[in-house]
């Protein structure tokens, strides 16, 4: 059975940064994407980054430059390191998998989540 399980969220200022990960177990894919999904209050579920086992990276417009997402096959984690946050990135933060997910961005394609981690920015 997979098990996903995100932490590292936290309340932050504005500006600075934070770094969440997600512990992946039972995945018995050769090859799987992992994505990291935000949904803030009274909005849809968004994808924000997404990586493949062979190192395929994507990212949303909305945080590329300021977010990076990596991987430790060997410990079977996924990071995402969150710099220059600002308020608007506040949301509960969902890591995500699925064997194939297209870009990982879009949450119907991915089969399995984890319950969450909350990142709060004040302004």
């Known amino acids: 059975q997979v098990q996903l399980v995100e932490s590292g969220g936290g309340s932050v200022q504005a500006g600075g940064s934070l770094r969440l990960s997600c512990a992946a177990s039972?995945?018995?894919?050769?090859?799987?994407?992992v994505g990291w999904f935000r949904q803030a209050p009274g909005k849809e579920r968004e994808g924000v980054a997404g990586?493949?086992?062979?190192?395929?990276?994507y990212y949303a417009d909305s945080v590329k430059g300021r977010f990076t997402i990596s991987q430790d096959n060997a410990k079977n984690t996924v990071y995402l390191q969150m710099n220059s946050l600002k308020p608007e990135d506040t949301a509960m933060y969902y890591c995500?998998?699925?064997?194939?997910?297209?870009?990982?961005?879009?949450?119907?394609?991915?089969?399995?989540w984890g319950k969450g981690t909350q990142v709060t920015i004040s302004s």
């Open positions: 995500a998998a699925a064997a194939y997910g297209g870009t990982c961005l879009a949450p119907n394609a991915m089969k399995y």
């Open positions: 039972g995945f018995t894919y050769s090859s799987r994407c």
């Open positions: 990586i493949y086992t062979h190192g395929s990276i």
